[in-house]
């Protein structure tokens, strides 16, 4: 089993559209949890953390379900420029950071 | 936002040539350095971590030899890829890390990423 496994989509939603991610993790340890944005040939940019409160910004909101050992992005009104790949990111301490294979969403007009 | 250099962009070399990397962080003492490298449709795959002033730390599988890393400052780390091949071809993405980061856990910047090809 993977340490962390996405679903590779890719997703093709329409603008407007809500799109969710999930993603799963095998380490139990493990402490903090982000999602990424990579655009294509492009390097990963932090979208944003994941608490056990769930957090929100803007447009995004992330999960942590820790008992399950899974984290969500939920992405509503979907916009062209959120085509992207989300990245899943799961750091188990001691700088030992796991990055998943990634979603691809294609958000179409 | 933390910002991440790194230089070159792009290099395009004869096989058997050595190839620097340079990744500064720009705004920011970074405690620890990160290499990356991914191949085309694939995820990041940690190569290295790196601590200023210490020895790289290698994944499995990752020859020490061949990718050399030095981290002379908390704001400059190089990698070297020596005697570069095709299949070395990749993108190299370096990273610097901000302990506490976001969260109570180290967050990582990344740089804008180089990518090598070895013809």
């Known amino acids: 089993r993977k340490e962390v496994e996405q679903d590779p989509g890719p997703f093709n939603v329409p603008e407007g559209a809500t799109v969710a991610f999930n993603c799963t993790y095998s380490?139990?340890?493990?402490?903090?949890f982000f999602w990424y944005r990579q655009d294509c040939r492009k390097e990963p940019k932090l979208l944003m953390s994941v608490y056990s409160s769930g957090n929100e910004d803007g447009r995004f909101t992330a999960q942590l379900n820790r008992a399950s050992q899974y984290i969500s992005l939920l992405i509503r009104d979907s916009k062209l420029s959120d085509s992207a790949t989300y990245l899943c990111?799961?750091?188990?301490?001691?700088?030992?950071?796991?990055f998943g294979a990634g979603t691809r969403l294609f958000v179409k007009a | 936002g933390a910002v991440v250099s790194q230089h070159p962009s792009r290099v395009i070399c004869k096989s058997g040539t050595s190839v620097k990397i340079e990744c500064r962080s720009l705004?920011?003492?970074?405690?620890?350095m990160f290499w990356y490298r991914q191949f085309p449709k694939q995820s990041l795959m940690l190569m290295a971590t790196?601590?200023?002033?210490?020895?790289?730390?290698?994944e499995q599988g990752v020859e020490k030899d061949k990718f050399l890393i030095n981290h002379a400052s908390l704001t400059l780390s190089t990698l070297t890829v020596t005697s570069a091949h095709p299949e070395d071809s990749s993108f190299y993405i370096c990273s610097a890390s901000i302990f506490p980061g976001l969260a109570g856990g180290p967050a990582q910047f990344f740089g804008p990423g180089t990518r090598l090809t070895v013809l």
């Open positions: 380490n139990s340890a493990s402490q903090s």
């Open positions: 705004d920011f003492q970074a405690t620890t």
């Open positions: 990111v799961v750091d188990t301490g001691g700088f030992k950071t796991i």
């Open positions: 790196s601590n200023e002033g210490s020895k790289a730390t290698y």
